[in-house]
T-cell receptor
Framework: RKEVEQDPGPFNVPEGATVAFNCTYS??????FFWYRQDCRKEPKLLMS???SGNEDGRFTAQLNRASQYISLLIRDSKLSDSATYLC????????????FGTGTRLTVIP | GAGVSQTPSNKVTEKGKYVELRCDPI?????LYWYRQSLGQGPEFLIY????????DSGLPNDRFFAVRPEGSVSTLKIQRTERGDSAVYLC???????????FGSGTRLTVV
């Protein structure tokens, strides 16, 4: 079983729409969680960390459900510039120093 | 430097040849990571350095792959006897806290023909 699983999409949404991505992780001891954004042929860039209490950054909201072992990212009022691949990322904990990446969910925002 | 720098940005090599990929991390970052990303996949962990030592090399696919970081800054990923299956984008990342969010370089796109 993969450490991190995501629906690869693609998600095609109109401008202004609200879209949500989920991912699940396999290791219940996982400690840290992140969402990264990756544009076509570019490197991944940290979008936001995910905290147990949930956190918001402008139009982006991240939530963590430890009991169900899933993480979500909500994007409100989608912009054309939000078109990218969103990678769910987990530090599996137990002294692990590396991060595990999902395969990513591709989002296209349509005018 | 201001960001993670990787060279070359693109490398085309013939099957069986040896290649070296270079990573210059953010100044002061002690943790350095190498990942490999194939088309349509997320980055796959290869190796992690804390300072000069390889603290975790469990992601290296086989003994053709080797990486060094002799002075605790610049790192080189070395691939011997390249195979077509090695074709991918090789990403380097650094962090000032192991296991926290990384900053990636722009990657080296390796194509083995």
């Amino acid at each position: 079983r993969k450490e991190v699983e995501q629906d690869p999409g693609p998600f095609n949404v109109p401008e202004g729409a609200t879209v949500a991505f989920n991912c699940t992780y396999s290791n219940s001891a996982s400690q840290s969680f992140f969402w990264y954004r990756q544009d076509c042929r570019k490197e991944p860039k940290l979008l936001m960390s995910v905290y147990s209490s949930g956190n918001e950054d402008g139009r982006f909201t991240a939530q963590l459900n430890r009991a169900s072992q899933y993480i979500s990212l909500l994007i409100r009022d989608s912009k054309l510039s939000d078109s990218a691949t969103y990678l769910c990322v987990v530090n599996p904990g137990a002294g692990a120093n590396n991060l595990f990446f999902g395969t990513g969910t591709r989002l296209t925002v349509i005018p | 430097g201001a960001g993670v720098s990787q060279t070359p940005s693109n490398k085309v090599t013939e099957k069986g040849k040896y290649v070296e990929l270079r990573c210059d991390p953010i100044s002061g970052h002690t943790a350095l990571y190498w990942y490999r990303q194939s088309l349509g996949q997320g980055p796959e962990f290869l190796i992690y350095f804390q300072g000069t030592g390889a603290a975790d090399d469990s992601g290296l696919p086989n003994d053709r792959f080797f990486a060094v970081r002799p002075e605790g800054s610049v790192s080189t990923l070395k691939i011997q006897r390249t195979e077509r299956g090695d074709s991918a984008v090789y990403l380097c990342a650094s962090s000032n806290i192991a296991g926290s969010g990384y900053t990636f370089g722009s990657g080296t796109r390796l194509t083995v023909v």
